[in-house]
DNA sequence: TGTTGGATCAACT
DNA sequence: GTTGATCCAACAC
């Protein structure tokens, strides 16, 4: 394998949401695991931003669930819906300003054994939707609130550059459906849709 | 190719 | 009691 990079620091989430959304594409997301380190570089990402969007979780005010979004950014922001999948974000902004980016999309560069483990016997592409990534990596409630620039979870910059960067309003969301606010490489196979 | 509904449940009204 | 930042199978064209 080659993970070789630079781990982003803080700094890197303390920036505009939108900003960062659009620079998580190519970056590669890490997690150490007990049985072994899983790893796959983003190829999309929503933003969801601030009290004032009606999409964000943040849109109610502060509740025990969207609590990490109020938290300083370069944590992580796990979610359970549907009654069966979870939700992977990574939060952004500083603390008191509710922000977060949720992954939809990424492209499996290590661990594939366990990513294939973890998902029903026959799939395919394990990683192309926030429900499918987080079930391949076996990301659940448990790591919400992590820091990413620890040691168990945390994104690495390998120099890559998505070749098709395209934007689009946020997908599975009935309001705010005119904000460009999804990103993602059209160039990829991983993308949950085009 | 497109639309519909079931699975399944925590958070919110 | 209702809904949702999903996914997939089963249909209708």
């Known amino acids: 394998m080659n993970l070789k990079g630079k781990k982003l620091p803080r700094s890197f989430y303390l920036r505009p ?25 983003i190829v999309e990402a929503e933003a969801y931003i601030g009290e004032d969007d009606p999409a964000c979780h943040a849109a109610v005010g502060p509740t025990e669930r969207n609590r990490v979004m109020y938290g300083k950014g370069g944590h992580s922001y796990l979610y359970f819906i549907y009654g069966m999948y979870n939700c992977f974000n990574i939060v952004t902004e500083k603390a008191g300003f509710p922000a977060a980016i949720l992954i939809r999309g990424v492209e499996p560069v290590y661990g594939e ?23 391949a990596f076996g990301l659940t409630c448990e790591q919400n609130g992590i820091d990413l620039t620890g040691n168990e979870i945390y994104l690495l910059d390998r120099g890559i550059r998505p070749s098709q960067i395209v934007t689009t309003p946020r997908i599975g969301i009935k309001k705010a459906t005119d904000k460009l606010w999804r990103f993602y490489d059209a160039a990829s196979k991983y993308a949950s849709r085009r």
């Open 17 to 41: 949401t939108l900003e960062i959304a659009a620079d998580l594409l190519g970056k590669t997301i890490v997690y150490c695991r007990k049985d072994g380190i899983v790893a796959a570089d």
């Open 113 to 135: 054994e366990i990513m294939a483990a973890n998902s029903p016997d026959g799939t395919k592409l394990l990683t192309n939707g926030p429900g499918k990534f987080c079930r």
